[in-house]
Structure formats: structure tokens, C-alpha cells
Nanobody
């Protein structure tokens, strides 16, 4: 499956962005989906995940209460609503798809989010 992420950009601290990730396959609804991010000079880290039907979600402690992951299976798209953004949220954000919530086989190309102070 091919994943196309979009929605990144430059935003001031305290602002909001919504990332989107659209999948190429109709079997999108079968996959668990996740967002990861990688800041300059750092390792990639988990941000949020959602089960195939949206019934289960997980968040990293650093984004809990500020970010919301959701999906629209009719549109083959997963979203990441990011509110109250902080400079430390600056990173390239990647979407991923997999058969379970803890294993992802397919990755998108990433979209850059820059939060200015």
C-alpha cells in the first residue's frame, strides 16, 4: 500500500495543524494506522495509533490531550489533529500502516511540521 502524507507547514507555538495521510488501497480499512515523527538529530518516535475501525487509539505521553488521531475509511484517510503545538513538536511526521497496532510495514514519505516560538 502507498501512503501519501500532507498538511505539514510552519505554525506558531500554540497553533494547530491537521495532517492527512491517504492510502492507495481499498483494503485501507483492514489496517491499523499510526503517526510517527522524527526531529533533527533524533530517532523516530511513536506519536499516535488507531485500530482498523477507529475503536482503539493510543498516544505518546508527550502529545496526549493535544493531538487526536482519527480515520475515515470511506476516504482511505487517517488524520492527526494537532492543537496547542509546541516548538518541541517540530519534526517530520510519517504515517504508517500495518496489520496490528504494534507492527507497521508500510510508510509514507513524511511531511514537515515546524513550530516557531
Amino acid at each position: 500500500v502507498q501512503l501519501q502524507a500532507s498538511g505539514g507547514g510552519l505554525v506558531q507555538a500554540g497553533g494547530s495543524l491537521r495532517l492527512s495521510c491517504t492510502a492507495s488501497r481499498r483494503t485501507f480499512s483492514s489496517y491499523a494506522m499510526a503517526w510517527y515523527r522524527q526531529a533533527p538529530g533524533q530517532e523516530r518516535e511513536f506519536v499516535a495509533a488507531i485500530s482498523w475501525n477507529g475503536g482503539t487509539t493510543y498516544y505518546a505521553d508527550s502529545v496526549k490531550g493535544r493531538f487526536t488521531i482519527s480515520r475515515d475509511n470511506a476516504k482511505n484517510t487517517v488524520y492527526l489533529q494537532m492543537n496547542s503545538l509546541k516548538p518541541e513538536d517540530t519534526a517530520v511526521y510519517y504515517c504508517a500502516a500495518g496489520w496490528s497496532l504494534d507492527a507497521y510495514s508500510y510508510w509514507g514519505q513524511g511531511t514537515l511540521v515546524t513550530v516557531s516560538s
